[in-house]
């Protein structure tokens, strides 16, 4: 049996969906069992569940051989953050699956994951990896580009309407990759477990500045598309000012800020 956690989200989809074409036995982890039951096929199991609550886990991975984690923090509202979800969270299934004499497990990182890297959800998905780093299973870290579905999801609706509001400056190049090309990968590292080793990253086939991005798609879409930047400066404030507010906000204002002005 493999347990995908998150299995209903951007990137769990592509990979349970890679799965049932493999005739493979699949179990999705997720909060909501309704929400999965419309995006995965009839012959997955479900189980419903928090990753933060470690009974719901360990209900999660009982029997299983494959746990797959898929889940992640950094879009989520209240109590739903990289530090409950990404670095917690994962704990929880490291240990469960460990507990339950797991052969396998696959962690989904980021590229450039590190315990002092200026992005929250970097450094959780350090300490998630460390954790695994630490147990007795086979471990096979994915560290992937930021997906390009996520952006898009969060920029398409005002491409659609004919602007975009970017965060910054918007010329820093920025590595995308397709969360179909990332789950690819998922499904090596199961079906050959050695092929991957330890670890590996997985980016996309070119840079993109976020200018770019808009760019392709108005050109792909046939739309007109106007850019109107957001000041770093500004910037810097909202991420502050809206943090007691809404630590959603604050956490994509401050992810704006590290993209548009590191090495990305």
């Given at each position: 049996?493999?347990?995908?956690?998150?299995?209903?989200?951007?990137?769990?989809?592509?990979?349970?969906?890679?799965?049932?074409?493999?005739?493979?036995?699949?179990?999705?982890?997720?909060?909501?069992?309704?929400r999965?039951?419309?995006?995965?096929?009839?012959?997955?199991?479900?189980?419903?569940?928090?990753?933060?609550?470690p009974?719901?886990?360990?209900r999660?991975?009982?029997?299983?051989?494959?746990?797959?984690?898929?889940?992640?923090?950094?879009?989520?509202?209240?109590?739903?953050?990289?530090?409950?979800v990404?670095?917690?969270?994962?704990?929880?299934?490291?240990?469960?699956?460990?507990a339950?004499?797991?052969?396998?497990?696959?962690?989904?990182?980021?590229?450039?994951?590190?315990?002092?890297?200026?992005?929250?959800?970097?450094?959780?998905?350090?300490?998630?990896?460390?954790?695994?780093?630490?147990?007795?299973?086979?471990?096979?870290?994915?560290?992937?580009a930021?997906?390009?579905?996520?952006?898009?999801?969060?920029?398409?609706?005002?491409?659609?309407?004919?602007?975009?509001?970017?965060?910054?400056?918007?010329?820093?190049?920025?590595?995308?990759?397709?969360?179909?090309?990332?789950?690819?990968?998922?499904?090596?590292?199961?079906?050959?477990p050695?092929?991957?080793?330890?670890?590996?990253?997985?980016?996309?086939p070119?840079?993109?500045?976020?200018?770019?991005?808009?760019?392709?798609?108005?050109?792909?879409?046939?739309?007109?598309?106007?850019?109107?930047?957001?000041?770093?400066?500004?910037?810097?404030?909202?991420?502050?000012?809206?943090?007691?507010?809404?630590?959603?906000?604050?956490?994509?204002?401050?992810?704006?800020?590290?993209?548009?002005t590191?090495?990305?």
């Amino acid at each position: 049996m493999i347990v995908v956690a998150g299995g209903s989200g951007t990137l769990g989809r592509q990979v349970v969906a890679l799965l049932e074409a493999d005739h493979q036995p699949v179990r999705v982890f997720v909060r909501d069992g309704a929400r999965a039951r419309d995006v995965v096929g009839d012959g997955v199991e479900i189980v419903a569940g928090d990753v933060r609550e470690p009974a719901d886990v360990e209900r999660a991975v009982r029997d299983a051989d494959i746990v797959v984690s898929a889940v992640q923090g950094f879009a989520g509202e209240g109590k739903g953050t990289p530090v409950s979800v990404d670095r917690d969270g994962n704990r929880n299934l490291v240990r469960a699956a460990e507990a339950a004499s797991c052969k396998q497990f696959v962690l989904l990182s980021v590229i450039d994951a590190a315990a002092h890297h200026p992005m929250e959800l970097h450094r959780m998905k350090h300490a998630a990896e460390s954790e695994l780093l630490a147990s007795d299973m086979h471990a096979c870290i994915i560290r992937a580009a930021p997906y390009m579905e996520t952006w898009l999801s969060l920029l398409g609706p005002q491409m659609t309407r004919g602007a975009a509001r970017l965060f910054g400056r918007g010329h820093n190049p920025v590595n995308f990759v397709s969360a179909r090309d990332v789950a690819a990968f998922v499904a090596l590292a199961i079906r050959e477990p050695e092929a991957l080793g330890t670890s590996i990253d997985v980016g996309g086939p070119a840079n993109l500045t976020f200018e770019e991005f808009t760019q392709v798609f108005a050109r792909v879409t046939g739309r007109d598309v106007r850019v109107r930047n957001v000041p770093l400066p500004v910037m810097r404030v909202a991420a502050i000012a809206t943090k007691p507010i809404s630590r959603k906000a604050s956490r994509l204002v401050h992810a704006g800020i590290v993209m548009d002005t590191t090495d990305m």
